[in-house]
């Protein structure tokens, strides 16, 4: 495990805990969530080139940087170079601290047209897209990927050699292929050669199925990977990261949260998007995909939970929450089982 990670000129000591960049989950409040929580370099929301080269305000929006998110990359997603090329000057001016090329997403309504983990059908096309991209801002490029397309066709050594040689100053790797979507187990083998490759001189970071301390510390101690991100393990769990840091420095767990601790973190997160947002019905229906996420395995829930899932006011969902702390406030969820499904 390295004592230092570098990207350009931003250097972190010890193994840093990146927040993965997630679509409609990485906005503003989530991540000063995960923030207070410990977390040490974050994303925005993945971006469309296309949008951001027909200047699209939505998109535009998704790039807004805050005081704390620091270090802080923007990451984008196309199948155009001259598009990406464009996109990455656009994402520049809103000073990240690293812009990320997306070359891993599963979802149809990205790798049909020909972006995220599709170009690991692509290769060439893959390094002169990153190329250009460096070539063409100031501050450090890096990319997140896959395994591969399919149980038969995981190029990502080869990937992560082509894209060291298109200068990308670090490379996350998600230890599944695009088939997989997100289901199975993550493989971290193929991660770990990566990184120990002879040729490999660039920051690996192991991505997949961390939720837990103890998972951190086995996929460390497997692959001597430089960093460990973590996506759908902190949705409604923004604490795991302190968690996570607290065992991997102690070789404890922290007793997990109760319902009613668990209740403050949300409505502290909602609070700050309820500010943020312009308008109150709209600030909540971006956390409804935390809400789900928030209450694992609580017994009778359901009605509560539909409840919550349907509340379109912020009077509504803090008189539920106030049900949910009656019914359970001392009660400790089971985070470590539910927070990947």
């Known amino acids: 495990m ?3 990670l570098k990207i350009g000129n931003l250097e972190i000591d010890g193994v840093p805990l990146f927040l993965a960049p997630m679509e409609d989950v990485t906005y503003k409040s989530f991540r000063w969530m995960c923030k207070k929580f410990g977390v040490d370099v974050m994303y925005t929301e993945f971006v469309s080139s296309e949008a951001l080269v027909r200047n699209v305000e939505k998109s535009k929006l998704k790039m807004e940087l805050f005081d704390f998110d620091r270090p802080v990359a923007v990451q984008i ?28 997403c599963p979802m149809k309504k990205i790798i049909r047209h020909g972006a995220g983990a599709a170009l690991l059908q692509d290769l060439p096309k893959m390094q002169k897209m990153s190329t250009e991209i460096v ?14 397309w399919s149980e038969s066709d995981k190029p990502v050594l080869e ?5 060291q040689d298109a200068g990308i100053q670090a490379l996350a790797i998600h230890g599944r292929t695009r088939e997989q979507l997100y289901t199975g187990t993550a493989d971290w083998t193929l ?8 040729q490999i001189a660039i920051p690996i970071i192991g991505n997949g199925d961390i939720n837990s ?5 086995t996929f460390l101690e497997q692959t001597d990977v430089d960093a460990l991100m973590i996506g759908r393990g902190a949705i409604g769990r923004p604490w795991l990261f302190k968690e996570i840091k607290h ?3 102690t070789g404890e767990n922290l007793a997990p949260p109760t319902v009613a601790e668990v209740v403050d973190v949300l409505r502290g997160q909602l609070k700050m998007n309820l500010e943020w947002k312009d308008n109150e019905r709209s600030g909540i229906l971006m956390m409804r995909r935390h809400f789900a996420k928030y209450f694992p395995g609580l017994p009778g829930f359901r009605e509560l939970k539909i409840k919550l899932l349907t509340a379109e006011t912020n009077t509504e969902v803090n008189e539920i929450l106030d049900k949910i702390v009656d019914m359970y406030g001392s009660y400790q969820p089971d985070f470590t089982n539910a927070s990947l499904k």
């Open 77 to 104: 997603y196309g199948h155009n170079i001259d598009s990406m090329v464009r996109a990455a000057q656009v994402a520049e001016e809103f000073n990240p601290d690293f812009i990320d090329i997306n070359f891993g």
């Open 213 to 217: 301390g103890e998972k951190a510390r």
């Open 159 to 163: 990937a992560a050699l082509r894209l």
């Open 2 to 4: 390295g004592e230092q």
């Open 247 to 249: 065992y991997l420095r």
């Open 191 to 198: 991660i770990g050669e990566v990184k120990n490759h002879p």
């Open 135 to 148: 070539k063409a801002v100031q501050v450090p490029v890096t990319a997140k990927t896959r395994l591969g």
